[in-house]
């Protein structure tokens, strides 16, 4: 495959064209597969909301104005495709989660602090965090992964800050209980 520069990659989406577009989607599908993992409770519900969000990148392409980086604008995007898969998928299970996805573009910050959980294997990590409840999962992601503070989270999600805050706490707090059962799990089968 031809490999691109970041504005040849723009202007050939503008452009529409297919060989281009796959490039874009294949130099870019594990960086934000990760993303789209960690927002819902399936690789199935991922993969979907990936290309749902690519599509949106394909669709709003000729809006990127080269004021920011593309990665960033990208994958801003596709949190916000995330935040509406989860705000679609609540409703049709009867627990309303309301995102408000414009705050979240005037807020979004690209830096990720995970701390403490750089030593999990990626794919344990994902398991951990999708066994958490929507809502906690979906503010612990924001804040811990995407950057946000808890006042911008309150800003995009209908929570306090105070709410936002017990979030992060709770998914904390049940992250370390799972990773203390993993632990003690690995032990006892370690010495067996």
């Known amino acids: ?25 294949k130099s870019y599908y594990s960086i934000f597969l ?3 993992v960690r927002y819902s409770k399936s690789m199935e519900d ?17 809006s990127f104005d080269n004021a920011g980086s593309f990665a960033g604008w990208m994958r801003r995007i596709m949190v916000n495709t995330c935040l509406d898969y989860l705000r679609s998928h609540e409703l049709k299970t009867g627990m309303q989660m309301h995102v408000n996805t414009d705050k979240l573009e005037d807020n979004f910050n690209h830096s990720a602090n995970n701390s403490g959980l750089e030593h999990l294997e990626f794919k344990e990590l994902v398991n951990l965090i999708q066994g958490l409840p929507a809502m906690t999962r979906t503010v612990f992601n924001l804040f811990v992964f995407d950057g946000m503070t808890h006042k911008q989270i309150a800003e ?24 203390k059962n993993l632990n003690a799990t690995a032990t006892v089968y370690a010495n067996k």
């Open 46 to 62: 991922a993969e979907q909301v990936l290309n749902d969000g690519f599509l949106k990148i394909f669709t709003k392409i000729s």
């Open 34 to 36: 990760k993303v789209c």
């Open 156 to 179: 995009v999600l209908p929570i306090s800050e105070g709410t936002s805050h017990w979030h992060v706490h709770q998914a904390r707090h049940m992250l370390q209980k799972k990773i």
């Open 1 to 25: 495959m031809m490999e691109y520069t970041e504005q040849e990659l723009i202007t050939g989406c503008v452009r529409g064209d297919r060989m281009v577009q796959e490039a874009l989607y």
